[in-house]
């Protein structure tokens, strides 16, 4: 006879996760060195113009999961090398993506080129427009209060108004006497 043995699936889940649990990391820091390797050469390409080769290894790194001071580093270059393609629209797009990383992003003449320079200065500004005019249209948070406040008084004094005169309308009149419930067997 036939006899299953229950353990069987327990095992094989707890060596999923102890193999998971070892094996992860290891690939997980193996693929943060591989992009970080990969954004020095393609730093090394677009130094060398081959702008396209660069383009394709800094997307390939930040399709990945890489920590936050390599995605600013990958997002500088891709803006560069959209720069150097005279591709200006999908360069300042990914500038703003830089910024909204890494606010206060410093650009250094010594490294960087003074095309990215002016343009991030240009997307600052225009992040800055965007805030004011978002914090612009918002009412101050008091007229809100206020006009609340204003509606709960005119209801309330609806409400005691419709009692008042309910009273009164009703007052001269001897109150109705309502009938006896009927007996039941």
């Given at each position: 006879?036939?006899?299953?043995?229950?353990?069987?699936?327990?095992?094989?889940?707890?060596?999923?996760?102890?193999?998971?649990?070892?094996?992860?990391?290891?690939?997980?820091?193996?693929?943060?060195?591989?992009?970080?390797?990969?954004?020095?050469?393609?730093?090394?390409?677009?130094?060398?113009?081959?702008?396209?080769?660069?383009?394709?290894?800094?997307?390939?790194?930040?399709?990945?999961?890489?920590?936050?001071?390599?995605?600013?580093?990958?997002?500088?270059l891709l803006v560069e090398i959209y720069l150097g393609?005279?591709?200006?629209?999908?360069?300042?797009?990914?500038?703003?993506?830089?910024?909204?990383?890494?606010?206060?992003?410093?650009?250094?003449?010594?490294?960087?080129?003074?095309?990215?320079?002016?343009?991030?200065?240009?997307?600052?500004?225009?992040?800055?427009?965007?805030?004011?005019?978002?914090?612009?249209?918002?009412?101050?948070?008091?007229?809100?209060?206020?006009?609340?406040?204003?509606?709960?008084?005119?209801?309330?004094?609806?409400?005691?108004?419709?009692?008042?005169?309910?009273?009164?309308?009703?007052?001269?009149?001897?109150?109705?006497?309502?009938?006896?419930?009927?007996?039941?067997?």
């Amino acid at each position: 006879m036939f006899r299953y043995d229950y353990t069987t699936p327990l095992k094989t889940v707890l060596w999923i996760v102890f193999i998971s649990g070892v094996l992860f990391p290891l690939f997980s820091q193996t693929s943060q060195d591989d992009c970080q390797q990969q954004l020095a050469e393609s730093q090394k390409m677009f130094y060398e113009g081959r702008f396209d080769a660069a383009m394709d290894l800094v997307n390939h790194c930040l399709e990945t999961s890489i920590p936050r001071e390599q995605r600013i580093d990958a997002y500088r270059l891709l803006v560069e090398i959209y720069l150097g393609k005279s591709y200006r629209d999908n360069a300042k797009k990914t500038a703003r993506e830089l910024l909204e990383l890494s606010p206060n992003f410093e650009t250094n003449q010594e490294t960087h080129s003074p095309a990215l320079m002016e343009l991030l200065a240009e997307v600052r500004r225009e992040m800055e427009i965007e805030e004011a005019k978002k914090t612009e249209a918002l009412p101050p948070p008091t007229s809100q209060k206020k006009s609340i406040k204003k509606w709960l008084y005119i209801g309330g004094g609806a409400v005691v108004t419709g009692v008042v005169l309910a009273v009164l309308l009703n007052g001269g009149e001897e109150p109705t006497v309502l009938p006896e419930p009927p007996v039941f067997p």
